[in-house]
């Protein structure tokens, strides 16, 4: 069964850092290009991050409210694509989910993904 299982979430102080995993489960992460989503209480999904397949640039996209705070990278050994994340706002409070979605600004903001996972809940607060 193909799987993506987030994980690297919890509560964090303002300024803080967090780094999120995201990993397969039953294929391998090479083939395919990897976004970051979240989803705040009362708001609906947002693309946050995405990095382009191995082999194709490792092309990546942020968010504008993220640009120069989160980095996202891939562990091709470890079939793990990663989302650094620095300088933690209260407003990056939200679950995180990872997807498989082409690392366009078009997927990014209307991703096409269904097998959602549990995502990992991330809380900035003081």
């Known amino acids: 069964q193909l799987q993506l299982v987030e994980s690297g979430g919890g509560l964090v102080q303002p300024g803080g850092s967090l780094r999120l995993s995201c990993a397969a489960s039953?294929?391998?992460?090479?083939?395919?290009?990897i976004g970051w989503f979240r989803q705040a209480p009362g708001k609906e999904r947002e693309g946050v991050s995405c990095?382009?397949?191995?082999?194709?640039?490792?092309?990546?996209q942020y968010a504008d409210s993220v640009k120069g705070r989160f980095t996202i990278s891939r562990d091709n050994a470890k079939n793990t694509v990663y989302l650094q994340m620095n300088s933690l706002k209260p407003e990056d409070t939200a679950i995180y989910y990872c997807?498989?979605?082409?690392?366009?600004?078009?997927?990014?903001?209307?991703?096409?993904?269904?097998?959602w996972g549990q995502g990992t809940p991330v809380t900035v607060s003081s």
């Open positions: 990095i382009s397949r191995r082999g194709s640039g490792g092309s990546t």
């Open positions: 039953g294929f391998s992460l090479d083939y395919y290009a």
């Open positions: 997807a498989t979605e082409p690392c366009t600004i078009v997927r990014m903001t209307k991703p096409e993904f269904t097998s």
